[in-house]
């Protein structure tokens, strides 16, 4: 296997990827967010065990690594956690903020990364799912004063299963993208 | 301020969105009512989609489902058509095993009622060539069977037996343009001679044009041919016609209605047999001829030959009058019938005390004579 060619060039491609800001065209933000909340909603209804899949925390994620902007993941978090909210039962703003500080921060984390690594996606992914639920399990117990019985085993497979399908789910949407600032 | 807000503008934002939702979350926690505005637009947004997605699964799963469904009914359909055939197999046997036994057990009570002697057998096989008339039974010489043997039905006559071989016999059909055997009316009592003509109807020979016979009359087996013992039914007369000699009648065989497989050997008949001792001497294995039958009262031909030496039985006035010229002759001391003096017939006869008396009364026919040795039974 050869060594790989550090050169000035290579260097450089390497900086613009890492810093590079994807973009989508206006219609891909406005129905795949609400396709993950449809679907979040309507394949439980026919296949009961895909309730353990949080399409819209993946969808989250993806956007707000793949803007790069920590605005913009705030804005994307709050929007696809309030609309997740208005389809629970529960109090708006639950979703919405838990959402809100994953997209914050998953865009905070971009920024650093090269988010276009599989591997680097799934570790995040599985970083984040864990972030949610645990930060969820806070806010229900501090806000709302609820108790949630939480087993780290089966959170943990829920987190491994869900970055499994974010691989295949973020190189879907990777053919939506438009062109890289 | 403004600088502050600048520089840590991402951060800022977070917290003003963080405090506007848990602002939101206190009230609608606090106020315990819902923020109803923001759901309305939340499911109004997704409605129209999930209308969209639910059309589309219905369409597709349902179709995928309905084609699933119609691959289970098509395999379904020809696991009922498979089950189908084999009912139909299993019910064709039955009611052929079903026939049988109806056919047996007819056959059975045919035998009980019946006096002749008969055994039963099945048809095997049919002679070769197209237009052959011959069948082969499963009884053959070890059984008893005969060549000469009838060979009958419940229903009718169906042949005789032309040869015998040990573990099977080979049957003529009265439908063999050589098969002939005597017939009775059962209405007129006419006598005829029943012949094959090499399909399925039979030819009534030798009835006068003068002489009636009805369509739907009746034949019966005569017992003229000493083969069928008489009163075996042949078949109704189907067409009856004046012909240029005599009647061209015809009958269709009533053995044959319902399909010939199981039939009966008449092994004896009512009346014994007549020895035959060329027959019997020369060691062939054919069956003894019967007696002839009861003649019939309306139509009995008179036989006009001279019966033997006394002792037999007399069958015809000329035979009791020939007996009784000849006793008035021995009491008158004259030999009649030889050419010489003729007894005085006015003359009272003296009645015979012994033998002489008892062979002036007239046996019946049935009666077979002491000095017929009786066949040995097959």
Request: hydrophobic share 45%.
């Amino acid at each position: 296997m050869p060594p790989p060619d550090f050169n000035e060039a290579n260097f450089l491609e390497g900086r613009r990827r890492k810093s590079a800001s994807s973009s989508f065209r206006p219609i891909v933000f406005f129905l795949v967010p609400l396709f993950s909340v449809l679907l979040d909603i309507f394949l439980p209804r026919f296949v009961e065990p895909t309730r353990t899949l949080e399409f819209p925390l993946l969808i989250t994620i993806y956007f707000s690594l793949m803007k790069r902007q920590p605005l913009a993941g705030i804005i994307i978090g709050a929007v696809i956690g309030l609309m997740q909210d208005s389809l629970s039962q529960q109090p708006l703003g639950m979703f919405g903020i838990v959402k809100t500080l994953v997209g914050f921060f998953a865009a905070s984390v971009s920024l650093r990364f090269d988010v276009n690594n599989p591997a680097l996606r799934f570790m995040l992914c599985a970083f984040f799912f864990l972030f949610h639920q645990f930060l969820y399990w806070v806010m229900v117990r501090a806000l709302l004063g609820q108790i949630i019985n939480v087993n780290g085993f089966d959170e943990l497979a829920r987190a491994l299963l869900n970055s499994a399908l974010a691989l295949p789910l973020f190189l879907l949407l990777d053919k939506m993208r438009d062109k890289e600032a | 301020m403004d600088g502050l807000l600048g520089r840590y503008r991402n951060l800022s934002v977070l917290v003003i969105v963080i405090m506007a939702q848990l602002v939101l979350l206190a009230v609608q926690v606090k106020n315990n009512q819902d923020v109803r505005l923001i759901r309305v637009w939340a499911v109004t947004a997704i409605t129209p989609l999930a209308r969209v997605l639910e059309g589309i699964r219905a369409n597709t799963f349902g179709l995928a489902g309905e084609y699933w469904d119609l691959l289970e009914v098509r395999s379904r359909n020809q696991s009922m058509k498979s089950d189908l055939d084999r009912l139909k197999l299993e019910n064709q046997y039955l009611k052929a095993e079903l026939a049988t036994a109806k056919r047996i057990e007819a056959m059975a009570g045919f035998v009980q009622r019946s006096p002749n002697k008969t055994i039963g057998a099945r048809i095997i096989g049919t002679g070769a060539g197209m237009n052959s008339k011959v069948v082969f039974i499963d009884r053959g010489s070890t059984a008893g069977v005969l060549k000469g043997m009838a060979v009958i039905t419940p229903d009718g006559i169906v042949g005789k037996v032309t040869a015998s071989y040990p573990t099977g016999s080979q049957v003529m059909l009265i439908t063999d343009p050589t098969f002939a055997c005597g017939v009775l009316s059962d209405k007129s009592r006419i006598h005829g001679t029943a012949r094959g003509q090499g399909n399925n109807q039979i030819l009534i020979d030798y009835i006068q044009n003068e002489q009636t016979v009805l369509v739907g009359e009746i034949f019966y087996t005569s017992g003229d041919d000493r083969i069928f013992p008489k009163g075996l039914p042949v078949g109704p007369v189907r067409v009856a016609r004046q012909g240029k000699l005599f009647k061209e009648i015809y009958v269709s065989p009533a053995a044959f209605d319902r399909g010939l497989e199981e039939v009966l050997v008449v092994l004896e008949g009512v009346h014994l047999p007549i020895p035959d001792l060329a027959s019997q001497s020369s060691s062939s294995a054919e069956a003894k001829l019967m007696p002839p039958p009861e003649a019939d009262a309306a139509a009995a031909p008179v036989d006009a030959s001279p019966r033997p030496a006394s002792g037999q039985g007399f069958a015809t006035d000329a035979d009791r009058l020939l007996q009784r010229y000849r006793s008035l002759g021995e009491q008158q001391g004259v030999s009649y019938g030889n050419g010489g003096r003729l007894p005085n017939f006015n003359a009272p006869a003296v009645p015979r005390t012994s033998a002489p008396k008892a062979s002036a009364v007239a046996p019946s026919p049935n009666i077979t004579p002491p000095s017929t040795p009786r066949a040995p039974n097959p």
